[in-house]
């Protein structure tokens, strides 16, 4: 398998099942006024953004999106992703091994006992959708903690599904700046 469409795939994957998730927490007043799956989708998408900012190298904002109501949250998830998709679209193949010094990593590393070996463009790219996978797990368990059905976002059923092109909810449109 090709890595560069396998990290675009991850990446589709991602939008598709953040699209789903929003889909069911918009549909339902109560999810979207629970403090710990705000919190949580919130850090999705900061993280999903740092990476980007990174990749294009801009500076952090890592204040960006904190006071969103869920609608703007939602909105905000789309942009990014849209944004991630063109900045995708304009890489070739051998851009996956250039190396990506991560601002936050030294300290990380350091904090972990260990040392801080810079990483490539496509393993930011794996990290950034299996961080999302990670935590949108914890976004469905929520979910269903909250007595909703969480939809199923498995990246076998989108291949299964032919690859589908995420179904945004209309609240998460995005507005142009």
């Known amino acids: 398998m090709d890595p560069h469409r396998l990290v675009v795939d991850l990446l589709r994957h991602m939008e598709w099942a953040d699209a789903l998730v929003w889909k069911v927490v918009l549909a339902h007043e109560s999810l979207g006024e629970d403090e710990a799956l705000r919190g949580r989708l919130h850090h999705i998408h900061l993280v999903q953004r740092a990476f980007l900012d990174v990749w294009c190298g801009r500076p952090l904002d890592l204040a960006g999106g904190?006071?969103?109501?869920?609608?703007?949250?939602?909105?905000?998830?789309?942009?990014?992703?849209?944004?991630?998709?063109?900045?995708?679209?304009?890489?070739?193949?051998?851009?996956?091994?250039?190396?990506?010094?991560?601002?936050?990593?030294?300290?990380?590393a350091a904090g972990l006992g260990g040392s801080y070996v810079a990483?490539?463009?496509?393993?930011?790219?794996?990290?950034?959708?299996?961080?999302?996978?990670?935590?949108?797990?914890q976004v469905t368990a929520r979910i269903r903690?909250?007595?909703?059905?969480?939809?199923l976002v498995d990246y076998i059923v989108w291949i299964w599904s032919g690859r589908p092109e995420p179904d945004w909810p209309a609240e998460a449109a995005v507005v142009a700046r």
């Not at 990483?119 to 797990?137: D, F, I, K």
């Not at 903690?145 to 939809?151: I, R, S």
């Open 66 to 108: 904190e006071t969103f109501g869920p609608a703007a949250l939602a909105a905000w998830a789309r942009a990014y992703h849209a944004e991630a998709q063109r900045e995708l679209a304009g890489l070739e193949a051998s851009s996956l091994e250039r190396p990506v010094d991560l601002p936050w990593a030294a300290r990380v």
């Open 119 to 137: 990483p490539r463009l496509g393993e930011t790219g794996l990290q950034v959708a299996m961080h999302s996978a990670h935590h949108r797990g």
């Open 145 to 151: 903690e909250l007595g909703v059905e969480p939809p």
